[in-house]
Nanobody, 118 residues
Framework: QVQLVESGGGLVQAGGSLRLSCAAS????????MGWFRQAPGKERDVVAT????????YYIDSVKGRFTISRDNAKNTVYLQMNSLKPEDTAVYYC???????????WGQGTQVTVSS
């Protein structure tokens, strides 16, 4: 079972930046596709960005394209989400997870809260 620990969230003003990190356990991390997800209050958890096992292929939802960058360091079992030009609508709890096809594993970490003030 993969354990995931997200960190790096916080309170930031609109236009600011944050870098989220997700540390994963296990020797198979470098074989997994990974994704960042977010859940705003009263809404479902949705995908934000994904990255394949090597980092050579990425995907972003339209609302974050050009502002967010997903990356990974397989030597450190860590995936990152660099978030620039943050907007109040980016406020949410952010989670990472392993992707199997297009689906995330059922087990989730505690997430990290991102709050963007206007």
């Amino acid at each position: 079972q993969v354990q995931l620990v997200e960190s790096g969230g916080g309170l930031v003003q609109a236009g600011g930046s944050l870098r989220l990190s997700c540390a994963a356990s296990g020797r198979l991390f470098s074989t997994y596709a990974m994704g960042w997800f977010r859940q705003a209050p009263g809404k479902e958890r949705d995908v934000v960005a994904t990255i394949n096992w090597s980092g050579g292929s990425t995907y972003y939802i339209d609302s974050v394209k050009g502002r967010f960058t997903i990356s990974r360091d397989n030597a450190k079992n860590t995936v990152y989400l660099q978030m620039n030009s943050l907007k109040p609508e980016d406020t949410a709890v952010y989670y990472c997870n392993v992707l199997v096809g297009t689906r995330a594993l059922d087990s989730w970490g505690q997430g990290t809260q991102v709050t963007v003030s206007s």
